[in-house]
């Protein structure tokens, strides 16, 4: 399995107890979704390796679960696996419609807002506590635009298109 065929699920925070239980934290938006995991990758020197769950314990409006996978048994055996990324294949997200969207999958769009026309492509996401920011690469130029309901107008994702109504003068901040 490849990185780019996956979605980051979070982290490995700590391990719980002797017997190899670990601690996930979950970077999503509804942990509860992953309850019934099956399996998780884990990125071990840039490689995802899978793992099969044993046990999966989510407490509820939590985002820490305790885990226990199989063939780790031990404190020793889980403590090597403390601060890994967890990742899980795209597949298993649920499809989102209208203006809703997952970051990965604007990467590239492009950016045309109604007054300025064309921005430029969507390069990265930076997560904020509050709200996302599309880093946009206006030939050359980084422009970040808040990934708010307000200013999105319209996602479209077979033109990769990625309408907006930026603020007055957020734009021109960045391309003078």
């Known amino acids: 399995m490849l990185k780019n065929d996956c979605f980051e699920l979070g982290h490995i925070s700590k ?26 990758f884990i990125d071990i ?46 597949t298993l997200l649920a499809p989102l419609e209208g203006n809703q969207f997952y970051y990965h999958e604007i990467i590239g769009f492009d950016v045309i807002d109604e007054v300025n026309g064309n921005i430029g492509k969507v390069t990265s996401i930076i997560d904020m ?19 708010i309901k307000d200013i999105i107008i319209k996602l479209d994702r077979n033109n990769k298109v990625l309408s907006i109504k930026a603020p007055e003068g957020l734009i021109e901040i960045y391309t003078k």
């Open 15 to 40: 391990t719980s107890g002797f017997r190899g239980a670990l601690v996930f934290m979950l970077d999503v938006d509804v942990p509860e979704n992953y309850k019934k995991l099956e399996s998780v």
């Open 129 to 147: 506590p509050h709200y996302a920011i599309l880093q946009v690469d206006a030939n050359g130029k980084e422009v970040l635009i808040p990934a």
């Open 45 to 90: 020197n840039e490689k995802l390796v899978p793992f099969f769950v044993k046990s999966f314990h989510l407490p509820k409006n939590s985002r820490f679960a305790t885990v226990q996978l199989e063939n780790v048994n031990d404190i020793e055996q889980a403590k090597p696996l403390i601060h890994h990324k967890l990742f899980l294949p795209l």
